[in-house]
């Protein structure tokens, strides 16, 4: 069977996780098949990175950051 393609199921979501919250994220391309997922490493490795870190922030920028931008603008232009 190939690799599967399209969106993410909850399982595989799952899967992932657990995986790397185990054994860590050392190696992307033995990754899928040591965890159960017939997904390439390429494509796990960016869900993990854009969706599923728990250290992903979300959201509107606080007041802080905002200000943060503001003065960099200032300070840097557009470049």
């Known amino acids: 069977m190939g690799l599967k393609k399209g969106p ?11 995986y790397i919250e185990k054994h860590g994220h050392d190696n992307w391309r033995a990754l899928p098949k040591q965890a159960g997922l017939l997904r390439c490493g390429k494509s ?9 870190r728990p250290d992903i922030k979300r959201g509107n920028f606080t007041k802080e950051e905002e200000d943060t931008i503001i003065k960099l603008h200032e300070v ?3 470049k």
């Open 76 to 78: 840097l232009g557009n």
């Open 8 to 18: 993410w199921t909850l399982e595989e979501d799952r899967l992932l996780v657990s």
């Open 44 to 52: 796990c490795r960016l869900r993990w990175t854009n969706y599923l």
